[in-house]
């Protein structure tokens, strides 16, 4: 499970979530989304939603395949270089 904070563009982080190669899960206090959040527009929909002025600000996330952890580390840190510029 990986937690992320402040998404603020979401259109970005759903690009990126819907070339992964396996499924996207998200991660409820209590339970597991069964829905995969790749290419789910309805989903996506609803997240993007609930955003308020400083973006999504928590997300946990089930991600499956080394592939698709690194591509999610890799957006992490560039998001992240970028705040600190």
């Not at 998404?7 to 829905?35: D, R, W, Y």
């Not at 080394?66 to 957006?75: E, G, Q, R, T």
């Amino acid at each position: 499970m990986i937690t992320i904070y402040n998404i603020k563009n979401l259109e970005v982080f759903f690009h990126m979530i819907n070339g992964f190669e396996n499924p996207v899960t998200i991660q409820l206090k209590k339970a597991i989304c069964s829905e995969d959040l790749r290419n789910n527009i309805m989903l996506q929909e609803i997240l993007t939603s609930t955003v308020g002025e400083n973006g999504l600000e928590k997300l946990s996330l089930s991600i499956e395949g080394k592939d698709d952890v690194d591509k999610m580390v890799a957006f992490l840190l560039e998001k992240n270089q970028k705040k600190g510029a």
